[in-house]
């Protein structure tokens, strides 16, 4: 067993793989130590110590470092056990029963919200929406609750012009400077409404999931039925199941240990 004098050198040891995993290429042992605060002797000694163990790869040609096979292993292995599905069940059956509405957890898959799990209530309505399902992600609340916390280039480049813009309603975002202009609005009020987007009379709403960069890893929704059919029952935002909705998604958020 280690001593407790091993905790602090763990601790090291895992920022430098977490500052790897936040950059776009290798590291010299340079940067590495001046990023962590480290001297340089000791960010000497974690790297190889990490090396020794396949979790960062060496490159001599470049006098950099980066992530090794063992650490794409690892993230292997913690894709395989759903962590993020079995985290976020027990939350959304409580959503289900404080809201008595339909709850979604979904990931962004490129231009596209995937659904990775579907909570019911007792009487549910039938839904396009089912575990599987791809749709535009400009339009269901749960996609844009995502793409509002991207770069704008890389919402641009998801949406490259209107042909990007599929239409099912329509209603909805047609260009990417409209797309923009929601996702300010919506990130600045801190919850994401859909009304009618997805499926004449529905409507739903959704907050953002965040990793431990503070990135949109997914996000939860909730979707029940609504008729606008008059103007007064147009333009909601339904703050209390946005409420609802945003505790659920900020309790997966310290589940996962991200932050935003």
């Not at 965040?210 to 029952?233: E, K, L, M, N």
């Amino acid at each position: 067993m280690g001593s407790s004098s091993d905790v602090p050198a763990l601790r090291r040891g895992l920022a430098v793989l977490r500052l790897l995993s936040t950059r776009p290429g290798p590291m010299s042992a340079a940067m590495i130590a001046r990023e962590l605060d480290l001297p340089r002797s000791t960010a000497y000694h974690l790297l190889a110590e990490l090396s020794d163990a396949g979790f960062v790869t060496h490159l001599p040609e470049e006098r950099r470092y980066g992530l090794g096979v063992a650490a794409f292993e690892l993230g292997s292995a913690y894709l395989r056990h759903d962590p993020l599905e079995r985290l976020a069940r027990p939350l959304l059956r409580r959503l289900v029963d404080r809201t008595e509405t339909t709850a979604h957890l979904g990931v962004l898959h490129g231009a596209e919200a995937l659904y990775l799990l579907r909570e019911q209530p007792r009487q549910p309505n039938t839904l396009v929406s089912d575990v599987g399902v791809r749709l535009p992600a400009h339009l269901p609340a749960s996609g844009r609750a995502m793409l509002a916390h991207l770069l704008p280039a890389q919402v641009r480049a998801l949406f490259p012009g209107t042909g990007s813009f599929v239409d099912r309603t329509g209603r909805g975002p047609r260009d990417l400077p409209s797309l923009r202009r929601l996702l300010s609005a919506e990130r600045q009020r801190g919850w994401f409404v859909e009304d009618g987007f997805v499926t004449a009379d529905f409507a739903s709403v959704a907050a953002p999931v965040f990793d431990h960069g503070g990135r949109p890893i997914a996000a939860i929704s909730t979707t029940f039925r609504h008729v606008c059919g008059t103007a007064s029952a147009c333009g909601l935002d339904w703050p209390e199941v946005a409420a609802e909705v945003r505790r659920s998604a900020e309790e997966l958020t310290l589940r996962i240990g991200g932050h935003k």
